[in-house]
């Protein structure tokens, strides 16, 4: 009922910059975002937090990052967007974008994840 779509990926030099769009395609109905947020993972690492958004504004950045992402959303469009800034080769990796919903009528809370899009910073 609900699908996560990414777009914006793809090979920039260090220093460059990409943004990363989240679209929130919602078939079902009563459906609100809590949280939305970026997370990255290479082979051999960790998925780590990259940003997250609350749906009242709030932020948090995962310390590699602060200072060179920026992490926005269009509430009329339900999309989510990464601004990556100062790329460096260390930033490499499949970006994931994550989605929490709550819904109305329902207890439970509902976690969703994009397909994922791959950033290559590399000369």
């Known amino acids: 009922q609900v699908q996560l779509v990414e777009s914006g990926g793809g090979l920039v030099q260090p220093g460059g910059s990409l943004r990363l769009s989240c679209a929130c395609v919602?078939?079902?109905?009563?459906?609100?975002?809590?949280?939305m947020g970026w997370y990255r993972q290479d082979p051999g690492k960790e998925r780590e937090l990259v940003a997250r958004?609350?749906?009242?504004?709030?932020?948090d950045y995962g310390d590699s990052v602060k200072g060179r992402f920026t992490i926005s959303r269009d509430s009329a469009k339900n999309t989510g967007f990464l601004q990556m800034n100062s790329l460096k080769p260390d930033d490499t990796a499949v970006y994931y974008c994550?989605?929490?919903?709550?819904?109305?009528?329902?207890?439970?809370?509902?976690?969703?994840w994009g397909q994922g899009t791959q950033v290559t910073v590399s000369s």
């Open positions: 994550n989605a929490i919903f709550g819904r109305r009528g329902f207890i439970n809370l509902y976690e969703y």
């Open positions: 919602i078939s079902g109905s009563g459906f609100s975002i809590n949280v």
């Open positions: 958004i609350t749906s009242s504004g709030s932020t």
